[in-house]
């Protein structure tokens, strides 16, 4: 595939809206189908749907080998986004039901029950290398795009807020050094564990869930509307991936994983416990004091990242522990690329 070049082919499409959406993206004539596309018959959360809105979204993105950079703006494209976005907002609403207060969002996250440690505190103590691999695998939809989507927040935001966002993202973005980028280093941790560091590699290996939590930022930060969401998801982010963090590196000790693997983890746990203090005072704080009607979207940002990442995580469990995985059988770092996806 597209290993040498800077842009990915297109995915495969997982069911007729997606398809259409493929289509329409590389050629304008295919655009009049895009009206009669099953969206409202389709999962929120499924193959379909979530493939088809990372499509559209990546048009803003890298683009693909494929697609003319002009389709970006294409105004029936823009239109079956916005039906997608819909639906998936909605049926994230539905979900949530009542969204519970921020700072009570907040608390819990920074708590970290011992007991609630999804996919990172199973992989301390008991995965695979292999599951390790499957593990990289599903983040490398959202990791080889680390924070670009948060940077849309930038000109929506003024004084504290703006700068806390920009101090943050100029350390996510490598502090002035390109092969510090977190997406960066995340390539080499991907070389490392003998997997495919190229960017959206493994877009037609991984379930719905993994595209849902790489789509769920962009919905709040491509929209203005959505800021406090895009917020609420950057501080969520930031605040749950210390810890989360701290635990990959345990993992990654314990198996005698490659040194990038440990460095992209052991980097977050230092940088995130500052991340977090400047996202809740500098940003989170002064936003909703200058706006206190964005408290209830930053809520429903944190409330839907864990809504999507907890399906994520739900789903590596379910096939970690299926018939189909080997789990048991535990290979040692560099054995071979986990090709399950
Ligand atoms: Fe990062
Ligand atoms: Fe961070």
């Given at each position: 595939m597209a290993g040498t070049t800077l842009q990915p082919l297109l995915p495969a499409p997982r069911g007729p809206v997606s398809a259409a959406v493929c289509e329409a993206v590389v050629s304008a004539k295919a655009t009049a189908s895009l009206p009669d596309a099953p969206v409202a018959d389709a999962d929120p959360f499924g193959d379909d749907l979530q493939s088809a809105l990372l499509v559209l979204y990546e048009l803003h993105y890298r683009g693909f080998a494929e697609v003319s950079d002009d389709r970006e703006w294409d105004p029936d494209l823009l239109t079956i986004r916005g039906r997608i976005e819909h639906r998936f907002l909605d049926a994230l609403r539905d979900r949530i039901g009542q969204v519970p207060a921020l700072d009570d969002q907040i608390d819990r996250l920074l708590a970290d029950d011992p007991d609630d440690t999804g996919a990172s505190g199973y992989l301390r103590d008991h995965g695979s290398w292999s599951q390790m691999q499957d593990y990289f695998v599903h983040r490398s939809i959202y990791q080889l795009k680390?924070?670009?989507?948060?940077?849309?927040?930038v000109p929506r935001l003024r004084a504290w807020a703006k700068a806390g966002v920009v101090a943050v993202s100029f350390d996510e973005f490598g502090g002035g050094r390109g092969d510090h980028v977190h997406a960066e280093l995340f390539r080499e941790l991907l070389r490392a564990a003998d997997l495919r560091p190229d960017y959206l590699a493994y877009v037609d290996q991984v379930p719905a869930e993994a595209l849902a939590a790489a789509n769920l930022p962009s919905v709040f930060a491509l929209h203005r509307r959505w800021r406090g969401a895009a917020v609420g998801h950057f501080v969520g982010t930031e605040v749950s991936t210390g810890p989360g963090a701290k635990r990959l590196v345990d993992a990654l000790d314990r198996l005698g994983a490659p040194g990038e693997c440990r460095l992209f983890y052991s980097e977050h746990v230092l940088a995130d416990a500052v991340h977090e203090q400047v996202l809740r005072h500098d940003v989170v704080a002064q936003l909703v004091e200058h706006d206190p009607t964005l408290a209830d979207d930053i809520a429903f940002g944190i409330a839907a990242l864990s809504t999507v990442e907890d399906d994520l995580s739900a789903r590596l469990f379910a096939s970690w522990n299926g018939a189909s995985w080997d789990g048991a059988a535990d290979q040692s770092p560099g054995a071979g690329a986990g090709d399950r996806g």
């Open positions: 680390e924070s670009d989507p948060y940077i849309w927040l």
